[in-house]
């Protein structure tokens, strides 16, 4: 029996309270607040369930055994694990004295199936003309960053956004943990690795990156960027390494940018803050922004937004060339939404024609005019 093997049957056993929602997709998160205190996240909502560990010693032990197969530990002295399961989904775990009522357990499941781009123009997520668009802007070599918030969706709408991207392409994923899987063959996937309790063997997404740069790729994604790489991101961006795909945990477009600028300030390269807003405005071309509405949980994009550098105030310039509007809901109580061009130009407009690509226009006509 190999060692994979062992760590799944370990691992099925000791989770056992919670395997039913690891095996539905329609489960997107579950949530254990306490050995007995159990939610999932299904189809954007909350949902209180029955399920229970049969006690607290039995819910350690399961996150104790997560932990072992992983080369990691946790301990009152070191009391957060993240980790992965057999199948790819995504533990984090928090015991005492941190976690103040008991343990705490979230699992993100990983789903077997990557969504497409039909599958979020179907589920009203994405509109045929917005994804046209964004194809385009992949194939021009555009730097796009996907802003939201937690659990809105953005590895997702990353990963569909990405299989625009040409299968002659060399393409290197960078992640904290693995999630995303590309349909291109050329693909390397590179993962953060945590130092052990001595502080060694440890790897970030910042140094990753860095050593990718040497691996001659045509397109670097970051799933999300969260630290000091945010700074060689940028950078590389804009001395020859166009067409990068990445996250940010924010709710605007200018938020989006903002954030990208703190984060460059936290590298240990030190530059001013203009410097830092002037490569954030110059590497960035677009921004898609996306958000759950709590009303029916669906997630959709809301705004593609363009970045047009600074003003003469050194503020950032945006534009919005998609924006979505309600429409009201179905008879089932779902929001409509339409992503529809908002009439502005974008700035790469005559781009297209001149790379060649003028016949895959054929829904943004009025977007390339």
């Known amino acids: 029996m190999s060692r994979q093997a062992i760590f799944e049957a370990s691992t099925a056993y000791f989770l056992e309270p919670i395997g039913p929602f690891l095996q539905d997709e329609s489960v997107t998160e579950i949530m254990v607040n306490g050995f007995d205190d159990i939610y999932v996240e299904r189809r954007g909502k909350l949902e209180h369930t029955d399920a229970r560990f049969p006690s607290e ?20 002295e070191h009391p957060v694990l993240d980790a ?18 008991g343990i705490y357990l979230t699992i993100r499941t990983f789903s077997r199936e990557t969504l497409t781009i039909e599958d979020l123009i179907r589920f009203g997520s994405l509109s045929e003309s917005a994804w046209e668009f964004l194809e385009l802007c992949v194939l021009l070599k555009k730097n796009i960053l996907i802003s939201g918030g937690t659990g809105t969706g953005k590895t997702v709408l990353l990963g569909a956004i990405s299989r625009a991207i040409p299968e002659d392409e060399r393409i290197i994923v960078i992640e904290d943990t693995s999630e995303l899987r590309m349909i291109q063959k050329h693909c390397l996937y590179l993962e953060a690795q945590h130092a052990d309790h001595s502080g060694r063997g440890g790897l970030n997404v910042r140094q990753l990156f860095v050593n990718s740069l040497r691996m001659r ?3 670097i ?49 030190e530059i001013p ?3 830092a807003r002037t490569q954030v405005a110059s590497a960035i071309d677009l921004v898609v922004q996306i958000a759950r509405f709590t009303e029916d949980g669906s997630r959709k994009i809301t705004r593609i937004t363009e970045t047009v ?11 919005d060339l998609y924006v979505s ?13 339409e992503l529809e061009p908002t009439g502005q130009r974008p700035t790469f ?21």
């Not at 819910?59 to 009152?76: C, F, K, M, Y």
């Not at 550098?309 to 534009?319: A, F, I, W």
């Open 57 to 76: 010693d039995a819910l350690l032990s399961a996150i104790h055994n997560v932990a072992q197969w992983v080369g990691r530990e946790i301990t009152p």
């Open 221 to 269: 994604i970051v799933g999300e960027v969260r630290g000091g790489e945010a700074l060689d991101l940028i950078q590389s961006m804009i001395s020859g390494h166009a067409g990068s795909l990445s996250t940010v945990h924010a709710n605007s477009a200018l938020d989006a940018l903002i954030r990208l600028e703190t984060l460059s300030l936290m590298s240990d390269v």
């Open 325 to 337: 509007r309600l429409n009201g809901k179905t008879s089932e109580g779902d929001l409509i939404a």
């Open 349 to 369: 407009a005559d781009e297209a024609r001149e790379q060649g690509l003028g016949e895959r226009i054929r829904l943004t006509e009025s977007v390339f005019h």
């Open 217 to 219: 790729p045509d397109r």
């Open 84 to 101: 992965r399961l057999p199948d790819g989904s995504r533990v984090h775990a928090v015991i005492p004295p941190s976690a103040r009522t």
């Open 309 to 319: 550098g600074l003003n003469e105030s050194n503020q950032y310039q945006t534009c």
């Open 273 to 275: 803050v203009y410097v």
